[in-house]
């Protein structure tokens, strides 16, 4: 039975980061040092009540931070992302490489 | 810190070696993570494609042009030299920023690398319009303020998606190009030396030496 269940060596998959949303935040975060709620809303075509679902997980976490402010009147929210997140995603990436090559190794 | 994507190529080394059979749709799903997390992450990225060596060297053309087209007798023979440097910079430009790309594993034409290309290429094209027009009429004089103004504008426009250091070298363009308007024909070489050149080689120090290169 053993061999009938592939995976089980391979690394733990972070569950926290592989929904869709929350990879898309993390990812972004990654390449920005800040982002505001309005540009991830923007660039991951989702709602309002999604995002903040989602962010909320990530930041419970440990993995983004986020700091409120206002500007003006206004309320702005800013994300970036954690040490840990940071490693969550390059953890998360070596996962994805190392089934694409067991694949192939197979 | 940047963050590595693996390529999914063969070459590529796992961090932890995995040697148990994967499922075909695990691969496709790995894969087109893989594939999200790069998309999101060029249309995320600020575009830092623009080449900083490539600017020094666009600069440098510029300021060998003007010494050159000082010493002209003609305003016509100036505005020649100075379309032959437009011809080379264009070339080193594009080169330097394909070789920039390919070193940093950034696909040129990405989103935010077509949206820069977009929103660059149409000031330039009526640029490119307007200096034939006011060659025809032999308006040279205002050459200057009409390359100086439009270049800084590709610039700015296209610099809104790349790092603030473009959008900023954009700016001192079009002060540039307003001088050119305000000031004497005489000033024209002088303020073409000045932002084809001594601005392209600032700010060509600043991308290379803050955005790698």
Not at chain 2, 21 to 43: C, G, K, W, Y
Request: charged residues 15%; glycine residues 8%; contains cysteine.
């Amino acid at each position: 039975m053993r061999g009938r269940q592939p995976a089980t060596s391979l690394p733990e998959f972070d569950r926290l980061i592989h929904e869709r949303v929350r990879l898309g935040i993390i990812s972004a975060l990654a390449v920005n040092d800040t982002l505001t709620f309005n540009d991830l809303k923007r660039l991951l075509k989702t709602t309002d009540g999604n995002l903040s679902v989602h962010a909320r997980k990530l930041e419970d976490a440990g993995y983004i931070i986020c700091t409120k402010s206002f500007e003006g009147r206004l309320p702005k929210t800013e994300f970036r992302l954690a040490a840990a997140g940071r490693h969550a995603l390059e953890r998360y990436l070596a996962h994805m490489e190392a089934l694409i090559l067991a694949m192939r190794a197979g | 810190m940047a963050t590595r994507i693996p390529t999914g190529d063969a070459s590529s080394r796992p961090a932890e070696p995995a040697h148990e059979a994967v499922p075909p749709s695990l691969q496709a799903h790995a894969l087109d993570n893989l594939r999200f997390i790069r998309e999101t992450m060029a249309q995320a990225g600020s575009f830092t494609a623009v080449s900083g060596w490539g600017q020094i060297v666009v600069g440098a053309v510029a300021l060998l042009t003007a010494f050159v087209a000082s010493r002209a007798p003609a305003a016509e023979t100036q505005v020649r030299y100075w379309l032959a440097a437009a011809g080379v910079s264009m070339v080193v430009a594009a080169c330097a920023m394909a070789l920039k790309a390919r070193a940093t594993r950034t696909p040129l034409l990405s989103g935010p690398g077509r949206k820069f290309a977009s929103c660059f290429a149409p000031p330039l094209v009526a640029g490119a319009i307007l200096t034939i027009v006011l060659y025809r009429a032999a308006l040279f004089d205002l050459l200057p303020a009409v390359w100086l103004l439009l270049f800084g504008t590709a610039v700015m426009t296209g610099g809104a998606f790349s790092v603030r250091a473009v959008p900023v070298m954009g700016l001192c363009f079009m002060a540039l190009g307003v001088a050119a308007f305000a000031g004497p024909p005489s000033l024209g070489n002088l303020l073409l030396a000045a932002g084809f050149g001594v601005v392209h080689v600032a700010f060509g120090i600043i991308i290379a030496v803050k955005y790698g290169g």
